[in-house]
């Protein structure tokens, strides 16, 4: 289910809205169409969403005839097990609107559950189950659908006995490291009084099928402690993957890498160990370690990021396509698992709701103090960055392949800069902004881009009401929207000559902030670049200038100054941006990315053209006249 309550009239705000992953347009001018129950399927095992009967897809309002016959199909086909597999509507969720003299019937799909899924249409799920994208309905594949009825499973995934693996599978310095640190922790534990094998039967590793009478080693226990030729043997897509990216240098591509490479052992334990000393180990909070390198002198930051690390690990799908990545950079960290989450985005943020992949896996880490059961795991990450006064962690999923990102910024959640910076956009004005328009349009300076589901992990504030304020920063002419619905996002308008007209003089006045004090402080900050020698170059700042001096020139100007600053030198988006005075992500969206398709300008990267610090480099320097755009 949703979090927000169905209310139908609140539809008649969306209606100008094009199509979108959780509102869908449906005439039914001849009865129930047919992709109804497609919709249906893809909004259930998706996010949810609303369909609309009575609306063209164009959005014009044509109504529908004989509202009473209609529900009764409607409930007559949601309780045919020939024709849908389940009906997840309350009476609740079918509803009629009057709007413009005739009726609309809105009916509400909720999202279906893990032990729900995957809900379709026939008798098959291999042929009738659906997911829903910004493209709209798609056929799921079959590997989408074993995931569903794996996660759906009332036996864990990590508890499956795996036949033909034994004992001499396991790397026993791991779990000898394993039970010492256990003993450090609970050293009055009974099971530290049994053998190496029966204290590893009472974690899990070893189990007993009473059903099948059989026993022997679990999926969990060869992921916890396993050594690396027999993980990759029993689960070919078992991959776990630390980087780490602390150099400006683009030539340096990681500055430390651990991967199952032949020289450890390659577990769940072993990386676990090794990675969490890393990231935690230049963090500029106090901390102390004890001897075994647990928990002594811990504070809510570094339990913060453990938290975060075992959260991947224990909530993989390990069957799944990707493997668990970890990347530590100087500004944040990001960690990302194959699998979707289990419960609604907003239950998991709500917290005190535990639903868990792999619970033998979470019970080897508890064991352990470093996992939490209670669905406390994502409060003590937000808790440990709140602390820090951190941007709040961003969530995000991912189909096709299907994966789950968590993103931890170690920036302000103000920074200075970036008021200066729309200081210098917006001059005098930025003062009239509410302290939530203020969060939305710094959250778009330092991200790139801002939506919905993001302001909601910022602020804690209801959709309905971020979407009110997004609409008010667009009629402001202060963002620009992209897409639509649920995929709709947001950033800021290209810098203009109203920011040369403003007052720029930043001074130490204070900017408030609800009850907070955000001082500018009383540092000039320019759109010159801190450290960066190519702020002086005469050169590129000379072929920028008459971008720089203008709002609007024609788009082949524009390309052909873009060419002429990347024809020596490599530059980033966002070096770019601050030669032309505009903003980065939609400079990347209207002119570097079609220029790489098009291949005038190189990647740096080419094999993650998506990193963060991409660079370009022309290719070829057009030469051809300006054209108006």
């Not at 980033?572 to 505009?582: I, N």
């Amino acid at each position: 289910m949703t979090s927000e309550p169905f209310d139908p009239e609140k539809l008649l705000q969306r209606l100008d809205w094009s199509e979108s992953d959780d509102l869908e347009f449906k005439s039914a001018r001849g009865g129930l169409p047919r992709s109804l129950w497609e919709t249906y399927s893809a909004m259930a095992n998706t996010h949810g969403g609303v369909i609309l009967l009575g609306v063209a897809d164009d959005g014009n309002i044509s109504g529908v005839k004989d509202v009473t016959r209609l529900k009764t199909n409607l409930w007559n086909v949601l309780n045919d097990r020939g024709k849908v597999n389940l009906n997840l509507l309350a009476d609740a969720d079918v509803a009629t609107v009057e709007q413009a003299g005739v009726t609309i019937l809105a009916i509400h799909v909720p999202r279906a559950n893990r032990y729900q899924r995957p809900v379709f249409i026939g008798q098959n799920p291999l042929t009738g189950t659906y997911r829903r994208n910004y493209e709209g309905d798609y056929h799921c594949t079959e590997q989408e659908v074993g995931r569903m009825l794996s996660d759906r499973a009332e036996e864990p995934a990590d508890s499956r006995i795996l036949e033909h693996y034994t004992l001499s599978d396991l790397d026993l310095p791991s779990l000898q490291q394993y039970r010492h640190r256990f003993a450090s922790f609970k050293p009055t534990h009974p099971w530290l009084g049994e053998d190496d094998q029966g204290f590893f039967t009472k974690l899990g590793g070893w189990r007993k099928d009473r059903t099948l009478s059989i026993e022997g080693l679990t999926v969990a226990g060869l992921l916890m402690f396993g050594k690396d030729e027999a993980l990759r043997e029993a689960l070919p897509q078992y991959h776990v993957d630390y980087r780490e990216k602390l150099s400006d240098n683009p030539d340096i591509r990681w500055t430390d890498r651990l991967m199952p490479d032949g020289t450890w052992a390659g577990n769940l334990f072993q990386f676990y160990l090794q990675v969490s000393q890393r990231l935690s180990a230049d963090l500029k909070v106090p901390f102390q370690l004890d001897a075994d390198l647990f928990r002594k002198g811990d504070t809510i930051v570094h339990e913060a990021i453990r938290e975060a690390l075992v959260n991947a690990l224990i909530h993989a799908d390990y069957q799944g396509m990707g493997g668990v990545v970890v990347e530590k950079y100087t500004d944040r960290f990001e960690f990302s698992n194959p699998g979707l989450l289990l419960v609604s985005m907003e239950q998991m943020l709500n917290g005190n709701v535990s639903e868990c992949r792999n619970k033998t896996l979470q019970t080897m880490f508890t064991l352990l103090g470093v996992a939490e059961k209670a669905g406390s795991g994502v409060d003590k990450i937000r808790s440990g960055w709140q602390s820090q006064h951190w941007r709040s962690p961003r969530v995000t999923e991912q189909l096709q392949p299907d994966r789950v990102k968590w993103m931890l910024p170690m920036v302000s959640l103000i920074p200075n800069d970036s008021l200066s910076r729309l200081k210098l956009q917006f001059g005098s004005a930025l003062e009239k902004f509410s302290s939530l328009e203020l969060q939305a349009l710094v959250t778009a300076e330092i991200e790139g881009k801002v939506d919905n589901s993001r302001m909601r992990q910022v602020t804690g504030k209801h959709g309905f009401d971020i979407t009110q304020m997004f609409q008010a920063l667009v009629a402001q002419e202060a963002l620009i929207r992209e897409g639509h619905g649920r995929w709709s996002w947001y950033h800021l308008v290209e810098m203009g000559e109203q920011a040369g007209a403003a007052d720029h003089s930043l001074g130490s006045a204070d900017h408030s902030l609800g009850s907070a004090d955000h001082s500018l402080g009383s540092a000039d900050h320019s759109l010159g670049y801190d450290n960066d020698s190519l702020v002086n170059n005469g050169q590129l700042l000379q072929i920028a200038q008459q971008a720089r001096n203008k709002k609007r020139i024609p788009q082949q100007e524009m390309r052909k100054i873009l060419l002429e600053l990347c024809d020596e030198h490599w530059l980033s988006r966002t070096q770019l941006a601050q030669f032309v005075q505009r903003n980065p992500e939609d400079l990347r969206h209207r002119y570097i990315n079609p220029m790489v398709s098009e291949g005038v300008l190189r990647l740096r990267y080419p094999e993650t053209p998506n990193r963060t610090d991409q660079v370009y480099r022309a290719v070829v320097v057009s030469n051809s006249n300006s054209a108006d755009e």
